[in-house]
């Protein structure tokens, strides 16, 4: 049977018939990639609701003290507290590992580059942070002059100074990829003992 427009009856239940695949093939395509695009977006939202959760600690611990008048208060006293094996030195208690960021490291590409810089800014000084806290722990540290000590501790002031700043960069832009408001964003609290350490400051 020919149809009026010259198309064979066979010809054209075979078009309708690879018409009716293609569509099921599209749909289930759109159906997987709807799938896969829901799967990314609450990995996304777990993501940086644990990175949320862990930065949020440590800008806590490090803004609960005061940064520059504990720094020179420990200076003026290794300064004048002798050399040698009863030198003084100051305590600096552990930082925390960043078992969450270690956690969802595999993770961080599915976040937004303006997102990924700061969190990954943050926690490369986070890193350097605790490193030197380990070292001054040494007895090649303990060894040092108090002047020299002294310097070691102004680098440590620096980076405790630095962290934070970061801490909060981070903070905000997380607050913002989860959903929030600048405003809401920047409204963590603050112990009020650093209040000339803001995130707008240098590096």
Do not use: C
């Not at 569509?23 to 644990?50: P, Y």
């Not at 020179?72 to 208690?93: D, E, H």
């Not at 090649?140 to 501790?153: G, I, M, N, Q, T």
């Amino acid at each position: 049977v020919v149809y009026a427009d010259g198309i064979d009856i066979r010809l054209r239940q075979g078009i309708l018939a690879g018409l009716i695949i293609v569509s099921g093939w599209l749909a289930a395509f759109l159906f997987q990639e709807e799938r896969k695009q829901r799967d990314r977006d609450n990995q996304r939202v777990d993501t940086l609701t644990a990175l949320q959760s862990e930065i949020y600690n440590i800008f806590n611990k490090i803004d609960n003290q005061a940064i520059k008048e504990n720094a020179k208060k420990q200076q003026a006293l290794m300064l004048n507290g002798g050399f040698g094996p009863l030198a003084y030195t100051p305590f600096s208690t552990s930082e925390s590992a960043p078992i969450v960021f270690d956690a969802v490291s595999g993770s961080i590409p599915v976040l937004r580059p303006d997102t990924i810089r700061p969190v990954v800014r943050f926690y490369a000084e986070y890193i350097d942070l605790r490193t030197m806290i380990e070292d001054m722990r040494l007895d090649e540290f303990h060894a040092l002059s108090p002047e020299r000590r002294v310097a070691v501790h102004r680098e440590l002031t620096r980076r405790r100074i630095v962290t934070l700043r970061w801490s909060m960069r981070a903070l905000v832009a997380v607050n913002v990829a989860l959903g929030m408001t600048r405003a809401e964003a920047l409204n963590f609290k603050r112990s009020g003992l650093n209040p000339d350490i803001s995130p707008e400051g240098d590096t």
